[in-house]
């Protein structure tokens, strides 16, 4: 079955962090680019420690990016998450 080729698009980030914490981050980004090259499909689990050191920082341009066009989904008005939990997960098809 032959699938359609994705437009592909570049995007600069600015991320902010302890150097473990980009380290780690640059190892999932590493294993999400080997497992497309090679065509194997795998799933990552990625944790979080919101009450620890895990504050990074991402910016797109000069704005922090944000959990999605509607942020009222994941966050009330006292600026706490709801409806997630503990876990969620996002898929690169």
């Known amino acids: ?12 980030y600015e991320i902010t962090g ?3 914490q980009l380290d780690e981050l640059e190892s999932l980004l590493a294993w999400a680019q080997y497992l497309g090259s090679i065509g194997h499909s795998g799933t990552a689990e990625f944790s979080v420690d919101g009450d620890g050191s895990a504050r990074i920082e991402v910016k797109k341009g000069n704005s922090k990016i944000k959990l999605d066009d ?18 969620f997960k996002v898929g690169l098809n």
Request: charged share 40%; with cysteine; net charge negative.
């Open 18 to 20: 302890s150097e473990k």
């Open 70 to 87: 509607n942020d009222e989904h994941w966050v009330n008005k006292d600026g706490h998450i709801r409806h997630c939990g503990t876990e």
């Open 1 to 12: 079955m032959l699938t359609e080729a994705l437009d592909k698009v570049t995007r600069k």
